[in-house]
């Protein structure tokens, strides 16, 4: 009886792709950190000298960004064949909302699984996904996905569905959206197709 109860609620947590060393390193900033402090030392007192000193901070901020994205060129790669092995799944990376919950305003940042006919939620990052799965059954697209706010997924979309828990909103990538809609609802987007 008691296995009953629970059954919906036993639902095996996702498993999206766990991010690499180099990912976890990366997105820790603290090379970023290195780069701005050394940068500074070893640079900006030279240049000052030369140059004076705003013109010296502002080739010292040209540095730390040319800097930034050569120490991130390694890492797109890796981020875009996690992604790719994650799509393959089903699952994707996404920020969710509940328009009548309690957390109404908020998002949650975590993974979603599109299954034909369901749709499933974890709260969380990769490699440490946390709280139960939220599972959505018979999720139906309310329109045409929108830009998503930049502080829910910059670059992404929203999606509102209707499903037999309600309203749930969900940003995520074009990309993801597309495969929410192809894999889950079982058609496509138009609208984001080209961004």
């Known amino acids: 009886m008691r296995e ?18 180099v990912e976890k390193f990366y997105d820790s900033n603290l090379v970023n950190f290195l780069a701005i402090a050394l940068l500074m030392q070893l640079v900006l007192g030279p240049l000052t000298d030369a140059f004076g000193y705003w013109p010296a901070v502002g080739i010292g901020v040209v540095l730390i960004l040319v800097v930034t994205v050569i120490i991130s060129l390694p890492v797109i790669p890796l981020r875009k064949r996690r992604v790719a092995r994650d799509a393959e799944q089903g699952t994707f990376e996404c920020a969710h909302r ?8 908020r998002w949650a940042g975590g993974y979603a699984k ?18 139960r799965v939220e599972v959505y059954d018979g999720p ?37 959206i597309d495969l929410l809609v192809g894999r889950c609802l079982g058609g496509t987007t138009e609208e984001n197709g080209g961004a």
């Open 4 to 21: 009953q109860g629970r059954a919906p609620l036993n639902e095996p947590d996702l498993t999206p792709t766990p991010r690499s060393r």
């Open 114 to 131: 599109a299954e034909p006919g369901r749709l499933l939620f974890q709260s969380g990052a990769a490699g440490s996904l946390s709280g």
């Open 140 to 176: 139906i697209l309310a329109g045409e996905p929108v830009k998503a706010p930049w502080s829910a997924f910059p670059r992404g979309r929203v999606a509102t569905l209707e499903t037999d828990k309600g309203t749930v909103e969900i940003a995520a990538s074009p990309a993801s």
């Open 98 to 105: 509940e328009p009548g919950s309690a957390l109404k305003g």
